[in-house]
């Protein structure tokens, strides 16, 4: 059964797991050291222990306990319990949401596991924006993507802000990291995927009129390349997609952000594909 533990001082040793979150440079290399992450928000917790993932222990506000005591009491991790004004000592914000808790990360599947039985697959080049990866993520569970493959640069989905925009769709949609960016895509196409690199560019084909599947129903393995904000794809990855796509949009906008150009191809690119038998 979990401890829940009433504190009064933001100095506690025992909330370091919660210190200095706005502090992105510090919160990798502590998450990275001490192998966890941070879900924020009774939903996303929920989400994350439903997934699987072991807690640590929890930080909480008074008021947000009742509402998580079940979830508390079945961790048996502690439960730690501040004041509002306390807790925005520790995290270095104002925690609306009143409710943290740290999670243990697991160890990463290979870029073979992930896409072993995947039809459609989102490979995130350098996105570099902890919002834009969260907001992906979610978009790519919306619509079925069956994973998500990062290249080594790219944002930590595990990252709070992460987590966070995505509402927990990151515990379960499957990604894997590349070991390295120059030979990524390898794996990919002898997987047997098309390489589809999406673009603004004017000489791209219209994503929608994309031909995919066969007639009878049946849809072909299709990795759709994603790349950084601001440049977009390396000029390698777009060398080495099998098509360059593109949403058509009105001549007044130059481009979509990425989170939003991704939400619309996951819905182009996944609404004919039949659900697993």
Same mark, same amino acid.
């Given at each position: 059964m979990s401890?829940i533990v009433?504190?009064?001082?933001a100095?506690?040793?025992?909330l370091d797991?919660?210190?200095?979150l706005?502090?992105?440079?510090?919160?990798?290399?502590?998450?990275v050291?001490?192998g966890?992450?941070l879900?924020?928000?009774?939903?996303?917790?929920r989400r994350?222990?439903a997934?699987?993932?072991r807690v640590?222990s929890?930080l909480l506000?008074e008021?947000?306990?009742?509402?998580l005591?079940?979830?508390?009491t079945?961790?048996?991790?502690p439960?730690?319990?501040?004041?509002?004004?306390?807790?925005?000592e520790?995290t270095?914000f104002?925690?609306?949401r009143?409710?943290?808790a740290?999670m243990e990360?697991?160890?990463l599947p290979?870029?073979?596991?992930?896409?072993?039985?995947? +039809?459609?697959?989102?490979?995130l080049?350098d996105?570099v *924006?902890?919002? =834009?990866v969260g &907001?992906?993520?979610?978009? /790519?569970?919306?619509?079925?993507?069956?994973a998500?493959?990062?290249?080594?640069?790219c944002a930590?989905?595990l990252?709070?802000r992460?987590?966070k925009?995505?509402?927990g769709?990151v515990?379960?949609?499957?990604y894997?990291?590349?070991?390295?960016?120059?030979?990524?895509?390898?794996?990919l196409r002898?997987?047997g995927?098309?390489?589809?690199?999406?673009?603004?560019a004017d000489?791209?084909?219209?994503l929608?009129?994309?031909?995919?599947?066969?007639?009878?129903?049946g849809?072909?393995?299709?990795?759709l390349?994603?790349g950084?904000?601001?440049?977009?794809l390396?000029?390698?990855w777009?060398?080495?997609a099998d098509v +360059?796509?593109?949403?058509?949009?009105?001549a007044a906008? *130059?481009?979509l =952000?990425?989170? &939003?150009?991704?939400?619309v /191809?996951?819905?182009v690119?996944?609404r004919?594909?039949p659900?697993?038998?």
């Amino acid at each position: 059964m979990s401890a829940i533990v009433r504190l009064e001082s933001a100095e506690d040793p025992r909330l370091d797991d919660y210190a200095n979150l706005k502090d992105v440079t510090l919160r990798r290399s502590l998450e990275v050291e001490h192998g966890l992450f941070l879900a924020e928000g009774a939903k996303v917790i929920r989400r994350a222990v439903a997934a699987g993932y072991r807690v640590r222990s929890f930080l909480l506000s008074e008021r947000w306990l009742d509402g998580l005591v079940d979830v508390v009491t079945a961790s048996g991790a502690p439960c730690y319990v501040l004041p509002p004004d306390r807790l925005e000592e520790v995290t270095g914000f104002a925690v609306h949401r009143g409710a943290i808790a740290s999670m243990e990360r697991r160890p990463l599947p290979s870029v073979a596991e992930v896409i072993a039985h995947a +039809r459609r697959v989102l490979v995130l080049e350098d996105i570099v *924006d902890h919002t =834009n990866v969260g &907001a992906i993520f979610r978009g /790519a569970a919306a619509f079925g993507v069956d994973a998500i493959v990062l290249a080594p640069r790219c944002a930590d989905p595990l990252y709070r802000r992460s987590v966070k925009v995505s509402m927990g769709t990151v515990f379960s949609c499957p990604y894997a990291r590349m070991d390295n960016w120059y030979d990524g895509l390898d794996a990919l196409r002898a997987a047997g995927f098309t390489l589809v690199a999406l673009t603004p560019a004017d000489d791209a084909v219209d994503l929608d009129t994309l031909a995919l599947g066969d007639e009878s129903g049946g849809a072909e393995r299709l990795a759709l390349l994603l790349g950084t904000e601001g440049d977009g794809l390396s000029a390698r990855w777009q060398d080495q997609a099998d098509v +360059r796509a593109r949403i058509p949009i009105s001549a007044a906008v *130059d481009s979509l =952000n990425v989170a &939003a150009a991704a939400a619309v /191809a996951c819905y182009v690119l996944t609404r004919d594909v039949p659900p697993p038998a």
